[in-house]
T-cell receptor, first 112, second 115 residues
Framework: GNSVTQMEGPVTLSEEAFLTINCTYTATGYPSLFWYVQYPGEGLQLLLKATKADDKGSNKGFEATYRKETTSFHLEKGSVQVSDSAVYFCARSNQAGTALIFGKGTTLSVSS | KAGVTQTPRYLIKTRGQQVTLSCSPISGHRSVSWYQQTPGQGLQFLFEYFSETQRNKGNFPGRFSGRQFSNSRSEMNVSTLELGDSALYLC??????????????FGPGTRLLVL
């Protein structure tokens, strides 16, 4: 089916550790891919996006590369901070571009 | 530019009642989408409006409805509330929503509790 699968959390890291959150998708065609972040009590904020194969989205030290061969869009950050603690959602656009299909979300907890 | 605003932020209702939530998109954005977020089901797409017309609808019962006004503001309505409707309802806006490259910008959400 058409879905987005991301790794189960919670992910618990120490400050300055390396972060990877895996995300794979199934879709017809080549959707745009997104990572959104949700801080406690807030709505979703766009973290980064990629619109075609081999594109790399980056923002605030986070990166993700659109891999068509593996249908993946893994999120990485070289050195996490306590302030990165949040829930991270991977999403893809539907074919018409009128809706987003989300993964279940991954909770990241960073301790000092 | 102001972001997406949603009112009210919190709401408590009882079973059987109905509720209306409001969303004002970013100025210039004409597409408004609604999502339901629950711990069990995650984020699920409800519907999308553009130029006062519903263009896309998710898999929700007819109790969930919406509309969009000429100024692009949107409302969603849930009738005959059930306990399972307790959720965070998120609104998102984009320029035209007609291309997969567009970004949707989300509001802070309305948290609905049904007792």
């Amino acid at each position: 089916g058409n879905s987005v699968t991301q790794m189960e959390g919670p992910v618990t890291l120490s400050e300055e550790a390396f972060l990877t959150i895996n995300c794979t998708y199934t879709a017809t065609g080549y959707p745009s891919l997104f990572w959104y972040v949700q801080y406690p009590g807030e709505g979703l904020q766009l973290l980064l996006k990629a619109t075609k194969a081999d594109d790399k989205g980056s923002n605030k030290g986070f990166e993700a590369t659109y891999r068509k061969e593996t249908t993946s869009f893994h999120l990485e950050k070289g050195s996490v901070q306590v302030s990165d603690s949040a829930v991270y959602f991977c999403a893809r656009s539907n074919q018409a571009g009128t809706a987003l299909i989300f993964g279940k979300g991954t909770t990241l907890s960073v301790s000092s | 530019k102001a972001g997406v605003t949603q009112t009210p932020r919190y709401l408590i209702k009882t079973r059987g009642q109905q509720v209306t939530l409001s969303c004002s998109p970013i100025s210039g954005h004409r597409s408004v989408s609604w999502y339901q977020q629950t711990p069990g089901q995650g984020l699920q797409f409800l519907f999308e409006y553009f130029s006062e017309t519903q263009r896309n609808k998710g898999n929700f019962p007819g109790r969930f409805s919406g509309r969009q006004f000429s100024n692009s503001r949107s409302e969603m309505n849930v009738s005959t509330l059930e306990l399972g409707d307790s959720a965070l309802y998120l609104c998102a806006s984009s320029l035209a929503g007609d291309g997969s490259q567009e970004t949707q910008y989300f509001g802070p959400g309305t948290r609905l509790l049904v007792l």
